[in-house]
C-alpha cells in the first residue's frame, strides 16, 4: 500500500507528540524545606557538571516568584573511536525546571523543546541527582557542627599519656636492626 502525501502529515503529527509528549519528569524532596530546595535548583542549574560533554553556554534565568528556571545549555564534546576520525557532538538543551508547591518539595524537570524522551531522561536524571548530593553536602555540614561541640569525655579518644618520652622517630628507629 502507497502512502499519499495527506496521510503523512498525521503521522508525522503523531510522531512530533511523541518525541515531546513524555518532555517532563518530577522528583520529590522530603526532608527539606522550601528555600533549601530552591538554593539547590539554582546552584544545580548555574553549576552544571558533566563527565562526557564540555559545557559550551550555560545560562540561567531565575523567578524565583513563579518557582521556575529557564536553562539554555549548549554541550560539546569529540568522540573518538578506535580507526575512525574524531565526531565533533553538539547539544542545545532547553529546560524548565518548575518548583510545585507542594509537601514535600516536589520540581518537574522538562524540555521546552521536542526531545527523544530517554535523552531528557538522562538530563533529568543528572540534574536531580546533582541536586540531591548539594542537598546532601548542606546537611552532612549541619551534622558536622554539632559534632564539634562533643567534649572528649563523650568520645572515645585516648589522650597520650605525659609520660611517654619516645617520639614516632624513637618507635620506628627501633624496628630496624
Known sequence: MRLRPPALVPLAALALVLLGGCSSRTATFPGHSDPEVWNAMVTVAENPEYDDW???????????????IEIYRILRRDLVRPGTNPVRQEEDWRFQ???????????????RQAAVPAHLWR???RYFAD???VLEVAGVETEASTEDTTSPAESNVVEPSKQADET???LLDADRP
Not at 564540555?54 to 521556575?68: K, L, Q, S, Y
Not at 510545585?100 to 524540555?111: N, Q
Open 97 to 111: 525546571v518548575q518548583f510545585l508547591h507542594t509537601d514535600p518539595p516536589t520540581i518537574r524537570f522538562g524540555a
Open 131 to 133: 541536586m540531591r548530593s
Open 54 to 68: 564540555h559545557v559550551f553556554e550555560n545560562e540561567v534565568m531565575t523567578d524565583r516568584p513563579a518557582g521556575r
Open 168 to 170: 614516632l622517630s624513637d
Open 123 to 125: 538530563e533529568s536524571d
